[in-house]
Nanobody
């Protein structure tokens, strides 16, 4: 199994930047893809960005050109670099891993974009 722990959330002004980190522990060799989801109050959880094992990435249209997902295989980390943040980016952000055992989720980290 894989355990995930997010960090890096917080309060940021519109137009600012923030980087979220996700540390994976356990059977990280079983991870085939990692992703970031977010859930705003009263809304469904949505996929924000995904990076497949070989490196291909994909993003929801709302964050294309502003967010970048990356992985550090040596450190078993995944990151979400967020630039030009908007109030509508406010949400709880969750790290997700697709593994050969099934899906794994982190506890989430709050990102609030407000002046």
């Amino acid at each position: 199994q894989v355990q995930l722990a997010e960090s890096g959330g917080g309060l940021v002004q519109p137009g600012g930047s923030l980087t979220l980190s996700c540390e994976a522990s356990g059977s990280f060799a079983s991870i085939t893809a990692m992703a970031w989801y977010r859930q705003a109050p009263g809304q469904q959880r949505e996929l924000v960005a995904i990076i497949d094992g070989g490196g291909p990435t994909n993003y929801v249209d709302a964050v294309k050109g502003r967010f970048t997902i990356s992985r550090d295989y040596g450190r078993n980390m995944a990151y979400l670099h967020m630039n030009s943040l908007k109030p509508e980016d406010t949400a709880v952000y969750y790290c997700h891993a697709r593994t050969t055992w099934g899906p794994s989720w982190g506890q989430g980290t709050q990102v609030t974009v407000s002046s």
